[in-house]
């Protein structure tokens, strides 16, 4: 079974740019679907983002459409959450999670393997 593991995360301040990234652990991401999660203190993990990993094809909600691109690098194992105009209301725990097959409803229970999180935290 494959392992996601998140990386990037950090504080910025509001306008400011950040990249995470997911690499697989385990084995590669090859015939899987992957999504971008977050999560804020007291709300609901929310779906920011998923990738085919065969295909690339990429879809976002509009919360964040225009905003945040996802990515892959085949050779790294790693799919991107490219993450642009970054507001404070953006400040939560963004998870990475993977699901065989695809393509996933945009919901957590679609997704049976997740990484530990990483913080992003965006200042006024």
């Known amino acids: 079974q494959v392992q996601p593991v998140e990386s990037g995360g950090g504080l910025v301040q509001a306008g400011a740019s950040l990249k995470l990234s997911c690499t697989a652990s385990?084995?590669?991401?090859?015939?899987?679907?992957l999504a971008w999660f977050r999560q804020a203190p007291g709300k609901e993990r929310e779906f920011v983002g998923g990738i085919d990993w065969n295909s690339g094809n990429t879809f976002y909600p509009d919360s964040v459409k225009g905003r945040f691109t996802i990515s892959r690098d085949n050779a790294k194992r790693t799919v991107y959450l490219q993450m642009n105009s970054l507001k404070p209301e953006d400040t939560a725990v963004y998870y990475c999670a993977a699901a065989i097959g695809g393509p996933h409803q945009p919901k957590t229970a679609q997704y049976e393997y997740w990484g530990q999180g990483t913080q992003v935290t965006v200042s006024s």
């Open positions: 385990g084995r590669t991401f090859g015939g899987y679907s």
